[in-house]
């Protein structure tokens, strides 16, 4: 499991890496609902930039793979979540895969999107922004059943004053 952890960390600093030189952002282009405001990101940048997001992809697919199995690793061979209600242990251990089945979506389909003008297929932009969203919120939900669950584990091992 751990592995996977460190893996994550690796794989996250290389990502950053590839992609810092970019402006605009990823981001921005991962919240790009529409193909105009798609097109409008990607022509900002000059051809290498374009292909150096594209390489990043690989690296991409590698840290989603990563990180949902140290997600569901740490969700089901650890008592890290131990602290929460019986239903909220039995999500954490498969949001993390959630979420990378959404970003692996996203990247195939901006993959797709970036490999030529397709101006004509705006469900597919929506669709792309909307894995986005979902990939980036379940990761917020993740942090946050992890946060709530280290403080309720908090809760647990004071003593009592009463």
């Not at 993959?111 to 979902?134: E, G, H, I, K, N």
Request: glycine content about 6%.
């Amino acid at each position: 499991m751990w592995l996977s952890g460190v893996l994550v960390v690796i794989l996250a600093a290389i990502v950053a890496w590839i992609v810092a030189p970019l402006s605009p952002g990823v981001l921005v282009l991962q919240f790009a609902w529409t193909p105009r405001t798609f097109g409008e990101i990607v022509h900002l940048w000059p051809s290498e930039d374009l292909a150096r997001y594209r390489a990043h992809l690989w690296v991409d697919g590698a840290l989603l793979l990563a990180y949902g199995v140290f997600g569901y690793l740490l969700g089901t061979q650890t008592r890290l979540f131990a602290p929460l209600s019986l239903r909220l242990r039995r999500l954490a251990p498969f949001v993390l895969p959630l979420a990378a089945a959404f970003d692996a979506v996203e990247n195939v389909l901006q993959a797709w999107l970036t490999a030529m003008p397709r101006f004509d297929v705006a469900p597919v932009y929506l669709a792309s922004a909307a894995c986005s969203a979902l990939k980036w919120g379940l990761l917020f939900v993740f942090g946050a059943l992890l946060l709530w669950a280290l403080a309720r584990g908090d809760e647990e091992d004071a003593p009592d004053c009463g």
